[in-house]
C-alpha cells in the first residue's frame, strides 16, 4: 500500500544528543515538509523539500536538519542546538505542481508521527 | 505573510447534531487553498475538505462542508450528523498558490479546534 512511514513511533534522547527521525513515501510524491507539533497546538513547519537535493528552511528551522538525497526519503536531525526538543513530529508529502492552469489541491498526505522526549 | 485564526479552543455537540467551527484567514496572495484536517488522538492528521480561493462553490465532502466567505476571509467547517468517532481536534490550513511566492506549498496551520460528540 502507498504511504508515508516514519519511524521509531517513540524516541527518547538524552540531553546534549542528535537524533535523526526517517520519513519515507512510497507516494511518488515531488514535496515533503516536517512538521512540529507542541501539545493543544497547532503544527509548526521545520523544513520543507520541494525536489531532490534541494530544501528550505521553514518558521522554526533553528537547531534542525534535512536532507534530500532520494525522492522517497526526507530525514530530520534534530540536534543539541534545539534548546526545546521535545515535541511530535510529522511528516508530510504532496504531489506538488500545478495542474491545469487552476492550483490542484494536492493535499499533503501526513505520516503517523514520532514523539520525541528529551530525558 | 499567512495567518489563520481558529477562535474556539473547544467546542461541544450533541450526536446527530450539526456543527460548525470557525476558521478566519489572512494573506496577501492572490491564490491560496484552504483545508481542513482532523487530527484523532492517536496523532494522525487526517485530510477532511479543501476550498479553493478561486471556487465560485463551496466545497461539501460527505458530512463536511466549508462555509468559504472570501471577502469576510472565512473557511468555516460544518459537520452535519455529527457522530461520535467525530471527536477529535481539526486544523483550519492554508496553502499559497502562487508560484514563486514565498508561501507557495506551505501549509500555515491554525491552533485548532477541539470538538466533543455527545452521545
Known amino acids: 500500500d502507498g504511504g508515508i512511514t516514519q519511524s521509531p513511533k517513540y524516541l527518547f534522547r538524552k540531553e546534549g544528543q542528535n537524533v535523526t527521525l526517517s520519513c519515507e513515501q512510497n507516494?511518488?510524491?515531488?514535496?515533503m515538509y516536517w512538521y512540529r507539533q507542541d501539545p493543544g497546538q497547532g503544527l509548526r513547519l521545520i523544513y520543507y523539500?520541494?525536489?531532490?537535493?534541494?530544501?528550505q528552511k521553514g518558521d522554526i528551522a533553528e537547531g534542525y536538519s534535512v536532507s534530500r538525497e532520494k525522492k522517497e526519503s526526507f530525514p530530520l536531525t534534530v540536534t543539541s542546538a534545539q534548546k526545546n526538543p521535545t515535541a511530535f513530529y510529522l511528516c508530510?508529502?504532496?504531489?506538488?505542481?500545478?495542474?491545469?492552469?487552476?492550483?490542484?489541491?494536492?493535499?499533503?498526505?501526513f505520516g503517523p508521527g514520532t514523539r520525541l522526549t528529551v530525558l | 505573510a499567512q495567518k489563520i485564526t481558529q477562535t474556539q479552543p473547544g467546542m461541544f455537540v450533541q450526536e446527530k447534531e450539526a456543527v460548525t467551527l470557525d476558521c478566519t484567514y489572512d494573506t496577501s496572495d492572490p491564490s491560496y487553498g484552504l483545508f481542513w484536517y482532523k487530527q484523532p488522538s492517536s496523532g494522525e492528521m487526517i485530510f477532511l475538505i479543501y476550498?479553493?480561493?478561486?471556487?465560485?462553490q463551496n466545497a461539501t465532502e460527505g458530512r463536511y462542508s466549508l462555509n468559504f466567505q472570501k471577502a469576510r476571509k472565512s473557511a468555516n467547517l460544518v459537520i452535519s450528523a455529527s457522530q461520535l468517532g467525530d471527536s477529535a481536534m481539526y486544523f483550519c490550513a492554508m496553502r499559497g498558490d502562487n508560484a514563486g511566492g514565498t508561501s507557495y506549498g506551505k501549509l500555515t496551520f491554525g491552533q485548532g479546534t477541539i470538538l466533543t460528540v455527545h452521545p
Open positions: 507516494l511518488n510524491h515531488d514535496a
Open positions: 476550498q479553493g480561493s478561486y471556487d465560485q
Open positions: 508530510a508529502s504532496r504531489k506538488g505542481g500545478l495542474a491545469g492552469g487552476n492550483p490542484s489541491y494536492n493535499e499533503q498526505f
Open positions: 523539500s520541494q525536489i531532490v537535493n534541494d530544501f
